[in-house]
């Protein structure tokens, strides 16, 4: 039988820690007895450095309920890293984790469908929102142009999936080799390659407390997201360069020719364009120092080149 742990990064979420604990545990007892998962599954409480009484409550959690343990991390170090630093713990005591908010916006009924999953013979299993009505128009608008943008830089990411996903304890260990320090585990998952698959659900409003995200650590994860996984932007200045150049070059061709047939083109042409053609040349080469950067920062994450999946017969 294998043994789930949920994990849950927490910061400030004095509010809703009890009414989460509570919610989790419901969700274990229940595939416990319908013979999914191993007995003693848990649930890993990350306190990302709260302010609040967060810790103390997962302490006394831990102490009434044998299934919750707690992993308390000294500074406040953002979402994705305290999930990460709950996955790397669980993994080495699981067989399989679930990550998911404090804040219950996840719909806790679909963990059974994604143990199912795992069950047959996934490793990753996306949960994705269907729904995105309980989120402020501002949100909605702002989170698919997101996606749509990673599209068009090329990242692979999964639309309408944020870090509520089950992984294999061999997911885990592969994810567990990118030691990059930019995380942006939305955009990793699929680079482990493993087979994945997804659930739906609807997402809902925040049981208690307020969202730990404010648009400023949105903006800077969206920011991250793309300049973590995309060297595009870069090239799109050494295109602009590359386009300024030519359209001055058309310019300057159409000028001369006016000029050979006696009509002169008015205004300060040949200046002009030469500010511009310098100006695209100057794009341009910036353009290329920065795809040379643009490798060297690729190289410098060291990410596994390959993530081997199966291998027949003997290993000796
Ligand atoms: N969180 C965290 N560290 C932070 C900010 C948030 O661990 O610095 C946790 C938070 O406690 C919650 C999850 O990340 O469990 C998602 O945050 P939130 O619900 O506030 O984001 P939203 O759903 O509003 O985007
Ligand atoms: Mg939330």
């Known amino acids: 039988m294998d043994r789930l742990a949920l994990v849950v990064p927490c910061y400030n979420e004095e509010a809703v820690l009890e009414i989460s604990s509570k919610a989790l545990r419901e969700v274990l007892e229940n595939l416990i007895q319908k013979g999914k998962i191993a007995n003693d599954s848990f649930v890993l409480f990350v306190d990302d450095g709260s302010k609040d009484r967060t810790w103390e409550l997962i302490e006394q959690e831990h102490q009434k309920h044998s299934n919750i343990k707690g992993l308390k991390l000294a500074a406040n170090v953002g979402h994705q890293f305290a999930l ?18 404090a804040d219950l916006q ?41 996606y749509k943008m990673m599209a068009v830089m090329g990242v692979k990411t999964v639309y309408n999936h944020a870090d509520f996903r089950l992984m294999s304890k061999r997911a885990v260990e592969q994810f567990s080799q990118y030691k990059e320090t930019n995380l942006y585990l939305r955009g990793m998952m699929p680079l482990i390659g493993y087979k994945t698959d997804s659930v739906y659900y609807e997402r809902k409003e925040r049981v208690a407390g307020e969202s730990k995200y404010p648009l400023k650590k949105m903006l800077a994860l969206a920011f991250n997201g793309i300049s973590s996984f995309s060297i595009k932007p870069i090239s799109l200045i050494t295109t602009a360069g590359a386009v300024i150049i030519f359209l001055c070059i058309l310019a300057a061709i159409y000028a001369l020719f006016s000029y050979c047939i006696g009509h002169v083109v008015e205004g300060w042409t040949s200046l002009i364009l030469s500010i511009w053609f310098l100006g695209g040349v100057q794009l341009l080469s910036i353009g290329l120092i920065g795809q040379y950067i643009g490798k060297i920062y690729i190289e410098v994450k060291q990410r596994p080149r390959y993530n081997v999946e199966t291998f027949l017969g003997k290993q000796d």
């Open 84 to 101: 990460t630093a709950g996955l790397i713990s669980a993994k080495d005591i699981s067989d399989v984790t679930v990550s998911i908010d």
């Open 106 to 146: 996840d719909d806790v009924t679909v963990i059974e469908e994604m143990i199912d999953k795992f069950h047959d013979g996934n490793d990753i299993v996306y949960g994705v929102r269907n729904d995105r009505s309980s989120d402020s128009f501002f949100k909605r608008m702002t989170a698919q142009g997101f």
